[in-house]
């Protein structure tokens, strides 16, 4: 029986910068690193309470997961950060640098407010920001 999403593995160029990315620009808290001899990796842990997963299929064959899945037969699409002031994120984010697909956050799924970091900023990760709508 499946009880919870363990992780999300994002391979990441330069693993100080991508930890700093994390730690700072996204406010998580880094639960530690290790090396992992037997799979050649260095890995490092952001743990966040619980998640969901989500399954996204294009609607009536049009948008930006439709143009995603021209290109690829599925896979991680994006990872989704919660956000309790999404205008005071996306503000902070953007005096870093960071760069977004749109000018402002738009209608999500359940009410919610969001926005894509583009994923240049992000070592090719595409990133949501929600803000649920009880956050609003």
Known sequence: ??????????????????????????????????????????????????????????????????KYLEKRPGGLHHLCFRSDNIEADVARLREKGYQFLTDEPSPGAHGSQVIFIHPRSCDGVLIEINQPADAH
């Open 1 to 66: 029986m499946i009880t919870a999403l363990d992780h999300i593995a994002i391979a990441v160029p330069d693993f100080e910068k991508a930890i700093k990315r994390f730690r700072q620009d996204f406010g998580l808290s880094l639960e530690g690193t290790e090396d992992v001899e037997a799979a050649k990796t260095s890995t490092a842990f952001f743990p966040l309470p619980a998640t969901n997963i989500e399954l996204v299929h294009p609607l009536r064959g049009e948008g930006p997961i439709a």
